[in-house]
């Protein structure tokens, strides 16, 4: 059974940062391609970043600011959040997919394993 576990998140201020972590276990981690999505009061959850076949992909609105990166030797991958802004306050929630295509990488609904998600607040 593929369990994801993510850390990291908390209550920051904006221009800080923030380096998320989620673990996995039950899966032969380097096979999977990996992700993080949030999902803000009220609104849709959103693709921020994914790692798949060694090449990263990023949201525009994260772009320049957020950087995906993983760790096979202890399945884990992270997301380093800078400059953070009040619009990045979301639940974090890693994603893991072991075939998923290119191009639906920013569908939430094509990955099929989920953390619990954690929260980050960006507030001053």
């Known amino acids: 059974q593929v369990q994801l576990v993510e850390s990291g998140g908390g209550l920051v201020q904006p221009g800080d940062s923030l380096r998320l972590s989620c673990t996995a276990s039950?899966?032969?981690?380097?096979?999977?391609?990996m992700g993080w999505f949030r999902q803000a009061p009220g609104k849709e959850r959103e693709f921020v970043a994914a790692?798949?076949?060694?090449?990263?992909y990023y949201a525009d609105s994260v772009k320049e600011r957020f950087t995906i990166s993983r760790d096979n030797a202890k399945s884990t991958v992270h997301l380093q959040m800078n400059s953070l802004k009040p619009e990045d306050t979301a639940v974090y929630y890693c994603?893991?997919?072991?075939?998923?295509?290119?191009?639906?990488?920013?569908?939430?609904?094509?990955?099929?394993?989920w953390g619990q998600g954690t929260r980050v607040t960006v507030s001053s």
């Open positions: 790692v798949r076949m060694g090449r990263t």
């Open positions: 039950g899966l032969i981690f380097s096979n999977y391609a």
């Open positions: 994603a893991a997919d072991r075939s998923l295509i290119l191009s639906t990488i920013r569908t939430a609904r094509q990955w099929n394993h």
